[in-house]
């Protein structure tokens, strides 16, 4: 995979980069690329030849990379495959809402930006995460940041209001 160079690269602005919660073990790669050989051998020995297709997919989506930034411009997601690579930009002007979700972790907070109907989870550290806030209101003074333990706008849909 030739490595691109990110698309914030050359900006001279603050970079925010998630961290992972929890990062795969060794021994659960070394599992996974077992189970693309598994399904090789099988689309070969078997008739069920569409396990070829699925051991090719499975092996790719292991080599596939997700690089993720918060920047001035937005959120920033730019995936690295062997045979395509995919970036997804969302300004801040068209991000609706920030929900911040303080799970008692030492050093992690996770950050949740509202896109339309889509959401992307993302963790942070503390001292990231007032920062990405702050850049937030500076940027899109109107975006709603909002507390998990928040009570939504509207009450929405409840089981108990229609007694089922």
């Not at 050359?10 to 919660?21: A, H, M, S």
């Not at 070829?52 to 001035?72: M, R």
Request: charged share 20%.
């Amino acid at each position: 995979m030739s490595k691109q160079t990110l698309p914030w690269a050359d900006l001279t602005g603050p970079i925010y980069t998630p961290r992972e919660l929890k990062p795969r073990k060794p021994h659960v790669i070394y599992a996974c690329w077992a189970m693309v050989i598994l399904l090789l051998v099988g689309g070969i020995v078997t008739r069920f030849k569409i396990a070829l297709i699925f051991a090719a997919l499975y092996g790719l989506t292991l080599l596939s990379q997700k690089d993720v930034a918060v920047t001035e411009r937005g959120l920033e997601i730019f995936y690295q495959m062997k045979i395509t690579t995919n970036y997804n930009f969302w300004p801040w002007a068209e991000i609706n809402a920030i929900v911040v979700e303080d799970r008692n972790h030492p050093e992690l907070i996770a950050l949740h930006f509202g896109h339309g109907s889509a959401s992307k989870r993302f963790f942070f550290t503390r001292p990231d995460t007032e920062k990405i806030l702050v850049l937030a209101r500076e940027k899109h003074p109107g975006v709603p940041i909002r507390q998990a333990t928040d009570n939504p706008r509207s009450g929405g849909f409840s089981r108990k209001s229609k007694g089922l």
